[in-house]
């Protein structure tokens, strides 16, 4: 856990090259970015539209006679240390980047990748067909994505026709499982002290169909240490996408080790 406030700054990056290769981290992409460590991201109340907020409520907590000032700090966790009156705030809300990443994380998206319409630069086409990549969180279903589609179409809901071209909605497995203790387990024995977090991703993956079915399913390998999280993210779905031997070879034993322990 990493905990940063207005008096305190946050700690340096391990080296003087890790912390330049950090400083644009706003303009990562969002795969890229979900890797980077609380730590890694210097960000503080000091300076950020938060410093106005909770000057805000100190004046207006002044102004009712309520002469009390709570602590507040930075924080990936919802937690208030004993004997300290204050409140965590998320670590997100002291970045517009962050802001807007974890908006998109915890919200279903929509995303218009596809345009078709027309056949010549000066006619107005009679039909346009637009694809839109749509992501939904935990709990939306079909109806609620309908209900943003009319939303933002307004007055032309009526008249715009909606094809459902693939529909998966999104699933997730609980972590007091067998199996993820067996996988924890065996990243402690390659990694001790490591533990495994559950993390919500924006991508798709098979683990829906498996679901479905009634199973577990986790996504999980191991990384060799030559490779950090921030080059494994560059390299996702990007050019020359690929991994280093080391970290299959590690993922393999691991599936192995998680094979023989889970089946015994």
């Not at 009634?214 to 030559?226: I, N």
Request: charged share 25%.
């Amino acid at each position: 856990m990493a905990i940063h406030d207005l008096s305190e700054p946050a700690p340096d990056a391990s080296s003087d090259t890790r912390q330049n290769d950090l400083t644009d981290w706003a303009t990562w992409p969002d795969e890229r970015l979900l890797d980077l460590r609380l730590c890694d991201l210097d960000v503080k109340i000091a300076g950020s539209s938060l410093e106005d907020r909770i000057a805000q409520l100190y004046q207006e907590l002044d102004g009712r006679g309520l002469h009390f000032h709570p602590h507040f700090w930075l924080s990936d966790e919802w937690f208030c240390p004993d004997d300290v009156p204050g409140i965590a705030i998320p670590f997100y809300l002291a970045h517009p980047r962050l802001a807007k990443l974890a908006w998109s994380a915890t919200h279903t998206t929509f995303s218009p990748n596809v345009c078709h319409g027309g056949v010549k630069t000066n006619v107005i086409p009679d039909a346009v067909d637009v694809e839109v990549d749509i992501r939904t969180v935990p709990g939306d279903n079909e109806d609620e994505v309908r209900r943003h589609l009319d939303k933002a179409l307004g007055g032309l809901a009526d008249e715009v026709e909606v094809d459902k071209l693939f529909s998966k909605p999104a699933s997730v497995s609980p972590i007091d499982t067998p199996l993820w203790h067996v996988l924890g387990r065996v990243v402690d024995a390659h990694y001790p002290g490591a533990r495994l977090l559950p993390r919500m991703i924006v991508g798709f993956t098979d683990a829906p169909y498996f679901r479905d079915k009634g199973a577990v399913a986790y996504g999980f390998g191991l990384f060799s240490r030559t490779l950090t999280a921030e080059a494994m993210a560059g390299r996702f779905h990007g050019n020359d996408e690929r991994i280093d031997v080391e970290s299959l070879t590690l993922t393999t034993q691991a599936w192995l080790e998680v094979c023989e322990q889970f089946l015994g």
